[in-house]
């Protein structure tokens, strides 16, 4: 399988699960510079008293897609980096073995599970360190919010407690 096929299994998967979990995207704050769609449609609903309940649908409808739809551009980009950032120590043969996302989080979270020695590499964890700045500016830039991107160790780590944290999507590599 080619890395190009591997990668488009991995996004179509990752869209599957932001399709299953959309009730998730409703309930969550997605970025603090705005207000929740529900609050923007309440204040909106008691302002159109007088107005067409037609016209009052098809702004809630507008205001509904636009929501989802910067959330999905959002997530995409958060999976995107995910991978990225994998491929980034495969250059230097450091192995991922699995990554953790939690994009229902106002600042969406990344975990990325390597083993135990690596931790103590001192030369990882700069060329590590080093694009997941990289990658947080350029993901602030876009969405003036932070990304989480964090390393732990593999040794002990209950999955089940992540996905309890919210962390209910990962990826073995």
């Given at each position: 399988?080619?890395?190009?096929?591997?990668?488009?299994?991995?996004?179509?998967?990752?869209?599957?699960?932001?399709?299953?979990?959309?009730?998730?995207?409703?309930?969550?704050?997605?970025?603090?510079?705005y207000y929740?769609?529900d609050?923007?449609?309440?204040?909106?609903?008691?302002?159109?008293?007088?107005?067409?309940?037609?016209?009052?649908?098809?702004?809630?409808?507008?205001?509904?897609?636009?929501?989802?739809?910067?959330?999905?551009?959002?997530?995409?980009?958060?999976?995107?980096?995910?991978k990225?950032?994998?491929?980034?120590?495969?250059?230097?043969?450091?192995?991922?073995?699995k990554?953790?996302?939690?994009?229902?989080?106002?600042?969406?979270?990344?975990?990325?599970?390597?083993d135990?020695?690596?931790?103590?590499?001192?030369?990882?964890?700069?060329?590590?360190?080093?694009?997941?700045?990289?990658?947080?500016?350029?993901f602030?830039?876009?969405?003036?919010s932070?990304?989480?991107?964090?390393?732990?160790?593999t040794t002990d780590?209950?999955?089940?407690?992540l996905?309890?944290d919210?962390?209910?999507?990962?990826?073995?590599?």
């Amino acid at each position: 399988m080619t890395q190009a096929t591997i990668n488009s299994t991995g996004i179509k998967q990752f869209n599957e699960y932001l399709a299953n979990h959309s009730e998730d995207a409703k309930t969550s704050k997605i970025n603090d510079l705005y207000y929740h769609v529900d609050v923007v449609a309440d204040a909106y609903s008691r302002g159109y008293n007088d107005g067409e309940k037609s016209a009052k649908k098809e702004v809630m409808d507008l205001i509904v897609s636009k929501a989802k739809e910067k959330f999905v551009e959002k997530a995409n980009l958060v999976y995107l980096s995910s991978k990225a950032l994998v491929s980034h120590l495969e250059v230097k043969n450091y192995k991922v073995e699995k990554f953790y996302i939690n994009i229902f989080h106002k600042s969406p979270k990344v975990i990325v599970a390597v083993d135990d020695a690596l931790l103590l590499n001192d030369d990882f964890v700069l060329f590590t360190y080093t694009k997941i700045h990289e990658m947080q500016c350029s993901f602030h830039s876009l969405f003036q919010s932070t990304l989480d991107l964090s390393l732990v160790s593999t040794t002990d780590l209950d999955e089940d407690l992540l996905a309890k944290d919210g962390f209910d999507y990962s990826e073995s590599m």
